[in-house]
């Protein structure tokens, strides 16, 4: 186990069918007992970072009793998740007291760029949900922006990270730390065959002009570019 941070699995349930995703469909929830103790053991080991996914993490029907668990023992959690039901009711807990931050992925620039992977609808509900979050001045925790790199969207890098800059870090009411950005190459590992056509090969990807793209917008913004490939 790595001893800088841990990462659980605790739900499979997730209402989008993203193509290019190897989560498992049918494991359902993870029991609340096992979850805890998973924290547990991780805490005794000396890790103090742990990340949450799924499915998505905010569908498990405890997570209003998991969170402030992980803050009573001290753990600090990221949840990965697809921003869709980041309601207000849901941010209101999330800024109570528990400092969890929040992954959220976007795979295009506008509703009809990223519903292409992701779903009809779901742009806007990501984007509602980010703006609820954001705008919460008691939200103390840091959301970080993440682009799944592919075929189909790498030629509009510049205009997603437009729309991040216009949308979420020009804005004053912005209120939560957004200072990190992921671009994640997407690999066909665990996916059926045939289910997505977009993968990027390595050498697509180092030829593109992604990597110029995210080092001049980085050149003028307080932000930690972070790839993964």
């Known amino acids: 186990m790595n001893k800088q941070s841990g990462f659980i699995e605790i739900t499979s349930v997730c209402y989008a069918d993203c193509p290019y995703c190897n989560a498992a469909k049918d494991s359902g929830h993870m029991e609340p007992g096992k979850i805890k103790y ?3 053991e991780m805490k005794a080991r000396g890790v103090s970072n742990c990340t949450l996914s799924g499915g998505e993490p905010f569908f498990h029907p405890d997570i209003y009793s998991i969170l402030p668990y992980a803050k009573s023992i001290g753990m600090n959690l990221l949840v990965i998740s697809n921003g869709t039901c980041v309601a207000s009711e849901l941010c209101q807990f999330l800024s109570a007291e528990y400092d969890v931050s929040i992954q959220l992925t976007f795979d295009g620039y506008n509703a009809e760029s990223h519903d292409k992977t992701r779903g009809a609808g779901n742009f806007y509900k990501l984007t509602t949900g980010l703006r609820t979050l954001c705008n ?23 205009r997603i990270l437009e729309m991040f800059q216009r949308e979420y870090f020009d804005d004053s009411n912005t209120a939560a730390q957004i200072d990190l950005i992921f671009a994640k190459l997407l690999t066909s590992g665990g996916v059926e065959p045939g289910r997505f056509n977009e993968y990027l090969s390595k050498d697509e990807y180092l030829q593109s002009n992604v990597f110029r793209i995210f080092e001049a917008w980085n050149s003028t913004h307080n932000v930690k570019i972070s790839y993964d490939t």
């Open 38 to 40: 998973l924290l547990d």
């Open 136 to 158: 919460r001045g008691d939200y103390s925790g840091r959301v970080f922006l993440r682009i799944n790199l592919h075929s189909g969207n790498i030629g509009q890098i510049d």
